[in-house]
């Protein structure tokens, strides 16, 4: 029997293009998690609502993984860019994943190194000979998983530069953990939903216990700062962007992908 390829993601918005496109078997609340069982591109999937941030992620595959041995783990969705070079809606692949030490620095003001995972070389390299979708460029570097959201262009540059890194999330670094412990490959492909020069607006609040967004405090907050409508208007259109080339793409690359 085919082993299930594991996609996962922070919120719904980042999984609703497969989720309109799979076939689903049944769907379950795991913890404060989302898991929708079914396949996908002919091949079987566990598609996850995680929550947002590594704690959330690793909770959500943990409980996954106690329960379902799957052949791939993926983590997507969307990242911010540190790298000029990448626009919004281009596509990040990781050649590797990398977590700031607490604090970022050591004392003194000395650089403290990433802790580093790997993902599947030969995975990667089937992915990455999928042509992106039209508008978008397909990257390849590393993504830096960081503990809060960065919403001054000029820290997440100065992050990207500092680790040599292309884009930042909150998640994959919590992922790939869980995937080396398990000996299971690991891949991670992210769409940049706001570009290296673009301030971001801080979501957090508007974050349930779950890890998800609130719409209904995400309106609340509308109401009380009105300034926030156009922040939150340009950061709809470029999630639902994001989410249709993930989506596209993911699609495609599934399809290049050796079956076992």
């Known amino acids: 029997m085919e082993h299930p390829i594991c996609i996962l993601a922070a919120v719904r918005e980042e999984l609703s293009g497969i989720l309109r496109q ?51 783990i993926v983590s997507i969705g969307y990242a911010g860019g540190t790298d000029p070079a990448l626009r919004v809606g281009d596509l990040l692949l990781a050649e590797k994943i990398l977590e700031p030490p607490p604090g970022e620095f050591h004392a003194g003001g000395m650089q403290a190194p990433a802790q580093e995972f790997e993902v599947d070389a030969s995975l990667a390299a089937r992915f990455a000979e999928v042509a992106p979708p039209e508008g978008a460029a397909l990257h390849r570097g590393a993504l830096l998983t960081v503990g809060e959201v960065v919403t001054e262009p000029e820290k ?20 790939a953990r ?17 570009a290296a020069d673009d301030a971001l607006m801080d979501v957090s609040p508007f974050l349930e216990e779950d890890g998800e967004v609130s719409r209904l405090k995400a309106g609340w ?27 596209e793409f993911l699609a495609a690359a599934l399809k290049n992908l050796p079956r076992e």
């Not at 299971?184 to 492909?189: C, D, Q, T």
């Open 156 to 175: 997440k540059q100065a992050l990207g530069a500092r680790y040599d890194a292309c884009a930042l999330d909150m998640e994959t670094a919590a992922l």
């Open 221 to 247: 907050y509308v109401l009380t700062h009105p300034s926030a409508i156009g922040p939150l208007r340009n950061l709809q259109v470029a999630a639902r962007q994001a989410t249709a080339r993930l989506t």
């Open 22 to 72: 799979m076939a689903v078997s049944s769907k379950q609340k795991i913890g404060r998690a989302d898991l929708w069982n079914g396949a996908w591109q002919g091949r079987p999937l566990l598609l996850v609502r995680t929550g947002v941030g590594k704690r959330c992620a690793f909770l959500a595959l943990s409980d996954v993984l106690a329960a379902h041995t799957p052949g791939l």
């Open 178 to 194: 869980l995937a080396r412990e398990k000996d299971i490959p690991f891949l991670s492909l992210r769409a940049i939903s706001d």
